[in-house]
Every structure is written in C-alpha cells, then in structure tokens.
C-alpha cells in the first residue's frame, strides 16, 4: 500500500481523486495548497504527488522545484485545467514525473499512479541494489 500526496485547492478534485486512490488500495494524504503540501511531504511518508499547478501559496511548479530540492527521487504527477508549453517544460526541467490535463479521467489517472509507483519502485532499487522498503 502506497501514500499518495494529492495538493489540489479544489475539494471535488481532492475527493475524486482520494475515492481512486483508496479503491486502488493506497492511502491518500491531502492539501489545499503548495504550501501545506510542502509541510505534509516534510513530515509524512509519501510515495508519490499529484498536485496541481494553480494553487495558492505556493503553485505546483513551485512545490516541484523546492520537492526536488528536499528529495531527487520524489515522484510528482503534475495537473492542470489550463496546459501551456511553458509548464510542460517547466515540468520536464524540474523533473516531474509526468504532466496531465484536466478534466481527469480516473482510467487514465489510475494508470499514472500505477506507472508513477512502478517508477518509483525501480528508481529506488537501482539507487539502493533493493525494492523500498514497505511504507505502510
């Protein structure tokens, strides 16, 4: 079982999304805004973000960058109701796992989790020689 960080400042995103997770058989941890995601990740065991980029606070981007900075390995799937070139490539510069556009489709996004999981799962055994450890 998985700890899956979802940072969204809109509550039916937050649910729908913690409804996927939880029918996946993995925890959700949640925030309305970069900064209280920020603190969640410092203080919790997470496997993996969804976050969205409007957010206040502090934007997806910037929970990104400064994620990566506390920890290179962070899988981070990054949302957004409103796609750009610049936050894809802002995304791929800052080392996100993957980028989605919303409206979100649960097949799809249950796929990313799953995918995002897998990846972290062999990132971590090549860093380590060995699969992480269990976080449940």
């Known amino acids: 079982m998985a700890r899956i960080l979802i940072a969204d ?3 039916q995103v937050r649910t729908l999304l913690a409804e996927v997770i939880s029918s996946m058989g993995h925890t959700s941890v949640e925030a309305e805004d970069g900064e209280e995601a920020l603190k969640r990740y410092r203080t919790e065991t997470v496997d993996l973000c969804i976050v969205d980029i409007q957010m206040p606070k502090k934007d997806g981007i ?4 400064e994620i990566k900075k506390i920890d290179p390995e962070a899988v981070v799937i990054v949302m957004t ?3 750009s070139a610049e936050t894809i490539i802002e995304t791929i510069e800052d080392d996100g796992y993957t980028y989605i556009a919303k409206p979100i489709y649960v097949n799809r996004i249950m796929d990313l989790i799953q995918r995002g999981l897998d990846f972290r799962k062999r990132r971590m055994k090549k860093i380590t020689g060995k699969p992480p450890k269990s976080r449940s």
Do not use: Q, S
């Open 9 to 11: 400042d809109e509550l």
């Open 62 to 65: 910037v929970f990104l960058h």
């Open 81 to 83: 109701g409103f796609p």
